[in-house]
């Protein structure tokens, strides 16, 4: 039988992303004859076509190795990222590269999250998704002993990620409680490793190729839960990204608006309407007279009501307005924008 051993091909270029069939031939004798039986197997290559967009082949994140024990965590069909130049695909998987994590800083509706699953499909990579809050306890992270006896541990995401490898994505990373964050602490700086008091001391070293990316919005009163991080923790992560909106008051990105334009198939004049709404609302978010500053998709989801023929202010209503503010004065200041941009 062929060499069960998968060959890497991060530096020819192709992704490891795509599951494609490779055929094995094997050979046998029964009572009529010889008989040729054809296996197949899943060999991770990449196939998106967005990969060539990006400037990542000579970073290699797992040459040589694949993650058959978690691909169904490899995410797929992720839409292109819009950033206007700004090469935040590079410049974080680059960081992973040389540093093993990043931070993403910035406000909801900038595409954190989006870029962090662009990337792990790009570059084949399982994610380990952890939506830090308050709540959020060292248990959800690293594990815990379910029903009776020492046999049934439940790994947390986090002691997976040190098994496996992949990227741990932490979410809203600086609305963790500072005691379940310093337990992170030992497995992102020179140690690499997890000591589980909880079950014997077991000490779980970090995979080599295990990544972790944190993303969080700014803190301020403004988004309740959030905090300054521990100067400990946060000096763990080598580089820190700022995201911002593409488009803001004035500023009108094309490729933002060419995005809606594709997705929804909206034509480009109503995209541009669109899109100017979202931008003043996000402006008045960041000035703090709005609550929520729509997001790419939010914008998206309006422009397909559009197209299917609803009057473009009616759609608002069944995607923007209520979605900024249940306050009757906030979806006012919506409506009011939405008319100035339509009529």
Known sequence: MADKK????????????????????????????K??????????????????????????LHPGYYFDDCANTIPSGVPEYIDDGKQYVERIVRAMFYFKQCALIGPSGTGKTHIVYLVAELT?????EVNCGLQTSSYDLIGRFVGLGKDNWIDGQV??????????????????????ATRLNPILDTRGHLVITEKDNEIVPRHQFAYCVLSMNPFSSEFSGTKKLNAAFRRRMAVWLNFTYQSIGDVISEREKGLITKRSNVDEDVAYKILSVGAEMRKQYQEGDLPYGPSPGDLINWAVLCKDGVDPIKAAEETLVALTSDSHEIQEEVRRIIVNVFM
């Open 6 to 33: 998968a060959v890497g091909y991060g530096h020819q270029g192709l992704r490891k992303t795509e599951i494609s069939k490779v055929e094995e031939v094997m050979s046998s004798r029964s009572d009529k004859g």
């Open 35 to 60: 008989i040729t039986v054809r296996l197949s197997k899943q060999r991770a290559i990449t196939s998106s076509p967005l990969y060539y967009k990006y400037e990542i082949q000579k970073y290699d």
């Open 124 to 128: 084949g990579l399982p994610v380990w």
């Open 159 to 180: 002691t997976l990620w040190l098994r496996h490898g992949g990227i741990l994505y932490l979410d809203e990373a600086n609305m963790m409680k500072q005691d379940v």
